[in-house]
């Protein structure tokens, strides 16, 4: 089957192509095909950076190793070894009245040194409780994430899914941000990594226009730069405004950075 830059695009064969799912006669044919298509060259590095981001979006420290085998700490006790010593027949009271004193010294600082120890061990397996729940915390926050990443990835890889760009206006001419909304599974993914940084003091907040009328799809978060953002049903255009930290129930309309008219 020959491949056209419509069939290419309409059936996600570039999304494909990307995850290695395709023959070598089918790469052969998309290869040729970005080499001719400076357009399509441009949207296929694009996709690429975007499924980049997701597999590297929000990187987490794991938390401090672990210590096991926490009883070989215990020190082999240096009074194993027994001296025998060969006495001489006399009056040993005073004598067999010293080794009792001795004996009953080394075992107080036995005591006190397994007691030691115990304390220490004790010590030992608090920080192995504490290290136990931060890794637990630290699997749940990864568990989260790999939903949000896998959601996010499904919605740009879907054949249904289109792409709009978000233009920045006179006020933020840098500013870039690609949008990814599917009617059917009523999903929009944002890459925000060309929206320039705020205060803050302030937020970007998303919009969707219906029949004249701004709904709120969300804030925009400023640790990520892929996200997912609410589906609005009927949506005419989607926008980008400034607003205080935390978001507003209306949009300033005189803050508008950049908006998208939907087909």
Known sequence: MMIDKKSLLENGLLEQYLLGELNANQCEQIEQLLLSNPELKIYFEELEENFETIGLENAITPPPFIKTNLLQNIKTSEFTQQKVVTLEKRDNTKFYAGIAASIAGLLMIGTFWM????NEVKEQLQIVE????ELNSTIEVLNVQLKENSASFNAIVNPDTEQYILNG????????????VNHQTKSVVINTERLP??????????WADV?????????IA??????????????ESLNITIEPAGGNDHPTVERLVTNVYLR
Not at 115 to 118: D, G, K, S
Not at 130 to 133: F, G, K, P, V
Not at 169 to 180: F, Q, R
């Open 222 to 235: 400023k640790d990520k730069t892929i996200m997912t953002m609410a589906y609005i049903d009927h949506a």
């Open 169 to 180: 206006n006179s006020s933020l001419p840098e500013t870039k941000v690609v949008s990814y």
């Open 211 to 219: 029949e004249g009328e701004m709904i709120n799809m969300g804030v």
């Open 115 to 118: 007691y030691a120890q115990l």
């Open 130 to 133: 504490i290290n136990n729940t």
């Open 197 to 206: 940084q705020l205060d803050a003091n302030h937020d970007y907040q998303m």
